[in-house]
Structure formats: C-alpha cells, structure tokens
C-alpha cells in the first residue's frame, strides 16, 4: 500500500495535505467506539488524513485510535495528517488557544497539522456547545473574526498547528481575512459542503485563484437525520446517472462521486463506517489516475446551483 501523503496536495504555507481525508463527523445513532474502530480500519487501509473537530464530541476516541495505531507500529504521528476545528464558543481571542488545547489533550497530540475556524459565527463562550435563551433561539456572540483569525496565527507560530484554514466561509467572508490589515497567514483552505448536486463552483474558482485549497466534505451526501438537512431531497447514491457511469467504468457509485471531485482538484472527506466501503473509497487514490470520471452535472437528478446555499445556512459538519 503506498503512504497516503504520496498523494497530497502543497498548501500555501508550504505543507502538504492528503487528497483523500477520512471524516468521523458521525450520527448520534453511531457508537462512539464505532467511530474508533472505524478510524483503526481507515489507517489500516491506507488513510492518514483525518478529520476532526470539537463539535463531534468523539476527539477521545480518534485520539486513542491514533495513539494505538502509533503504538503497534502501523504508523508514526508524522504520517498523520490530523485536522481539528475551533467551535464557535471559543472565538474570543483570548479563549481560541484554550479552545485548540482542549482538543489537542482529547486527541493526545502536541499539534494538530490543521486547525479551522469551523463556522464564521461566533457564540456564547461557555460548556454548551449551542448556546440558547429561555425562547430556545441560539445565543450569538459579537467579535471580530479578523481578531479570532489573528488568534490561529499565534498557535501557528506557538507550534500548536502546522497550517490554519477556515470552514464553511464564503467569498466575502475569505475576502475579510485576506484583506485584514497586518495579515500574517492566509488561510491555507476552506472547508466545504460540495458534491454533485451543490458544486460550488464559483467558490473553488475564487480559492484557486487566491491559493487556498476547497475540501468538500459531504461528497456522498449528508445526514438526513440532522435538522437543517432537506427532508426527500435527492439521494445522491442512488442518482441514476451516477449510477450508469459506476457501472461503465465497474466502480462504484461513492467511488465515481469521490473521483469526480478529486478531478476537480478538491481535496476529499470520505465517510464511512463499514469496512467494505471503507477500503473501496480508498481506492479512488490507489488505482488507475488516468481513468477519468466524466459528468455533466446538468444531468443530474437534484438541483446544481451556487446560489442554492450561502455558508449561513450550510450545514456545520
């Protein structure tokens, strides 16, 4: 199997990511310790970007998957490419190291490789993760996302992240921290929801040109459990012209999903929790790379526009 960071893409700052990251955003009706033991079946496979946050509220169990994974040999932390996302709660500069240290003590590292402001609203500082007044509506914090931005610069140059990004911003929202007075380190990505029904792309035209990589999660669709999610929206799975073009090239449908975006040049979340379709989204990046994934987006069953969704109303995953 060759190492995953073969097939990595330079970041602005001059580190390298893997194309191909394994999310463990997961359901509430999956087991945490599902959650490890698939992460412990991902780096067996080949993986060695993961993805993580605070708001998953499983950073334990990725951390002892990873630990365990060191200890027997299979991988060293440098092979580990381990993002982690500040929520909300602790975009106070003051709190935003805090708010990383937290993470980094769960996960049982001393560094992450990236760390993200996962939504550009801030909120309440406090232990609730969704903050809410007596009315149930979330309580919203004022501050400045230049400052909280100016707060990831210093734990990049304390050594407590290698690279720093953003998740769920728009254009406007990158161009505040790109033109922000005194600007240390641009964003090195931007984490989004993108796949074949919501390409986003005026968004990746507007990175590329800045230098900042797009990195799609949702590829193979979101949680029709999770509130914000359009209840009978398309599967994207089971999109029959996904599926004519998974059984022209004897692939399957996640498989062409995945391919096609990396085509794009997106850097790629996988998600799954199944060993079998663990090891098949993994072989989008071990295979033939000269095997290209054609579609016409135009063609398929759910709706493909920009303006569908703004980062205000995408889901935070």
Not at 56 to 69: C, Q, T
Not at 166 to 188: A, D, H, R, T, W
């Amino acid at each position: 199997m060759r190492a995953m960071r073969h097939f990595s893409v330079k970041l602005n700052d001059g580190h390298s990511m893997p194309i191909l990251g394994f999310g463990t955003s997961a359901p509430n009706k999956v087991a945490k310790s599902k959650v490890e033991e698939a992460l412990e079946r991902a780096i067996d496979v080949g993986y060695r970007h993961i993805d993580s946050a605070y708001l998953y509220l499983n950073e334990e169990e990725i951390g002892r998957a990873i630990r365990k994974k060191i200890a027997n040999g299979t991988v060293k932390r440098d092979d580990i490419f381990c993002t982690s996302k500040l929520w909300g709660t602790f975009f106070r500069p003051e709190l935003v190291q805090t708010g990383l240290e937290v993470s980094l003590k769960k996960l049982q590292l001393s560094y992450v490789d990236l760390f993200l402001i996962h939504f550009p609203v801030a909120l309440k500082p406090g232990e609730e993760i969704l903050p809410k007044d007596t009315d149930g509506k979330p309580i919203f914090d004022a501050v400045d996302l230049c400052t909280t931005w100016e707060a990831l610069e210093k734990c990049k140059e304390a050594g407590l992240a290698k690279s720093i990004g953003v998740s769920n911003f728009n254009c406007k929202q990158l161009e505040m921290i790109l033109n922000k007075p005194g600007l240390k380190y641009k964003p090195v990505c931007n984490q989004v929801e993108c796949h074949l029904y919501f390409n986003q792309s005026k968004l990746l035209d507007f990175c590329k040109s800045k230098d900042i990589v797009l990195t799609a999660y949702g590829v193979l669709g979101s949680d029709p459990e999770k509130e914000w999610v359009t209840k009978n929206y398309p599967v994207i799975l089971e999109d029959p012209v996904l599926n004519v073009i998974a059984e022209k090239h004897q692939r399957t449908a996640a498989q062409v999903a995945l391919r096609y975006q990396l085509q794009r040049g997106l850097v790629v979340l996988a998600k799954s929790f199944t060993e079998k379709r663990i090891r098949e989204n993994f072989q989008v990046v071990t295979e033939d790379s000269s095997d290209t994934v054609e579609i016409r987006e135009t063609d398929m069953s759910g709706t493909n526009s920009d303006e569908e969704k703004s980062s205000d109303a995408a889901e935070a995953e």
